[in-house]
């Protein structure tokens, strides 16, 4: 079966997976949706017996099915290779009552690896396949994680060149050393002064910019996303959910067809979505826990029905998740809605103009598979220690928002099913609020810190981490707003 991709806004015509890739989002600031849910049709116990590629393979063959089985399987071997610093590519770890799913071996030691090492080539495939030769150059914009895995997976990546604006004085000193010190001639990082808002409207703005796209034509390039919205990103995030489960049935803990629970640190809604849809797909998921952090407009959406982004703003120790506006959750309402364009537009209306909507109730008898909580600040740090205490693993504070509102819901209800929660970062990207956490002297500069989270943890630096030691600075243009054309015009050679 074919699978196509239409807008969750209107009614045009579906395109293929390579399309949708390859234009990242369609004109009517929709997302792309597939027009069907496949399901998985490679048994479970097959795929127990499967690496990590082998999973891969056997997932997105279902849903970019105009890529050749050759096509697919090179994306594949280029992503997940020895960029991972351990060759089960995402681990699963026990502590406690639960199981901890390690996304974070990748080359910047968060889960935006997971779909980020592998979306440049397809969309360079994308690109081929439809014929457009055209170089793409990618624009992002970042609060953090997503400017520095999209640089390490477009880094070098023949036929593409990439550029990320990120607040100059919006990002974490590991952040920012990791960004600027990228290798890469088709790189380039660029500060704003300004905030991500600034950064992410003037990068809407150049996409855009007719003039810009014109010029850019006439010199064989066009411009591509590498956002979170971008089905080349959701795609990827699905194998690891059935990854998963599989290692829990070699491992003994379930049979093929019994239920697990997954636990997701949410912010942009991408991450859980994806677990949706391997649901959908048919794995045998029980429940699927959405974590908030202070930020808990999705709590009090599964709670009320209302989404009502009107509130403060809060900054929290787990910033991928201070979010208000979840974009993915926007696939989600389409589908609750019987996919359909006309209701789903109605309510991303209504968003847009009063910053809320209400789904009706018929809408909510859909979401029984989601449970929803959250963890403060206070609640987050007593999960890193309690976690600790326990036998001694460390965990990031997303992770911990998960492991929280993880805990409060296995003693509420007394669902002892088998749980997984998605470890989202490594600890030592925020190693601060983790040692801080831990009762730790946190006054050290950031890479000292780091050598004796090491201590603490029992387990080596990060690669990603201790390379920042002698890493040179390459990138250090800082600019206006106003500016930011210019600079894309000055990097692109026009
Ligand atoms: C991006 C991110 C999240 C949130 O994932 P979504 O797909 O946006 O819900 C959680 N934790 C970390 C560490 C992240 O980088």
Known sequence: MDIMYRSTRSDSTPITASQAILRGFPEDGGLYVPTAIPALDTGLEKLAAMDYKGVAYAVMRLLLTDYTEEELKACI??????????????????????????????????FKDMALSILPYLMT????????????????????????????????????????F?????????????????????????????????????????????????????????????????IGRLTPQIVYYVFAYTRLMADGTI?????????????????????YY???????????????????????????????????????????????????????????????????????????????????????AQLGDFVSGYADEAQTAAEIRAVFENDGYVIDPHTAVASSVYRRYRKETGDLTPSVIDSTASPFKFEGSVMKALGKDTSLPDLELADKLSETAGVP??????????????????????????????????
């Open 125 to 164: 495939t994308a690109a081929a396949k439809n014929g457009s030769g055209k170089e793409i150059v990618i624009l992002t914009a970042t609060s953090g994680d997503t400017g520095k895995a999209a640089l390490a997976g477009f880094a070098g990546v023949k036929g593409t060149k990439i550029m990320v």
């Open 166 to 230: 990120y607040p100059k004085h919006g990002v974490s000193s590991i952040q920012e050393r990791q960004m600027v010190t990228t290798v890469g001639a088709n790189t380039r990082v660029i500060g704003i002064n300004g905030n991500f808002d600034d950064a992410q409207t003037s990068v809407k703005n150049l996409f855009t910019d007719q003039a810009l796209v014109e010029e850019m034509a006439a010199h064989g390039m066009q411009f591509s996303s590498a956002n979170s919205i971008n």
């Open 278 to 364: 391997a649901k959908r797909m048919g794995l045998p998921i029980g429940k699927l826990i959405c974590a908030s952090n202070s930020n808990k407009v999705l709590f009090d959406f599964f709670e009320t029905g209302e989404y009502d982004r009107n509130r403060e703003f809060m900054l929290t120790s787990s910033p991928s998740m201070d979010i208000l506006i979840s974009s993915n959750l926007e696939r989600l309402i389409y589908h609750i809605s019987g996919d359909s364009a006309e209701r789903c537009a109605a309510f991303m209306k209504a968003l847009k103009e009063t910053g809320k909507y209400t789904i009706t109730e018929e809408m909510r």
């Open 77 to 110: 071997d280029s992503a997940y290779d020895s960029k991972f610093d351990t060759s089960e590519i995402v681990p699963l770890k026990k502590s406690g009552d639960a199981w901890y799913l390690e996304l974070f071996h990748g080359p910047t030691i968060a």
């Open 461 to 494: 630096v990060p690669k990603a981490v201790s390379d920042l030691r002698d890493a040179p600075v390459l990138h250090d243009i800082v600019c206006d707003r106003e500016d930011m054309r210019q600079e894309v015009r000055r990097f692109l050679g026009l």
């Open 255 to 275: 049979g093929a067809g019994d239920p697990v629970n997954f636990v997701v640190p949410t912010g942009n809604f991408g991450n859980i979505l994806a677990a």
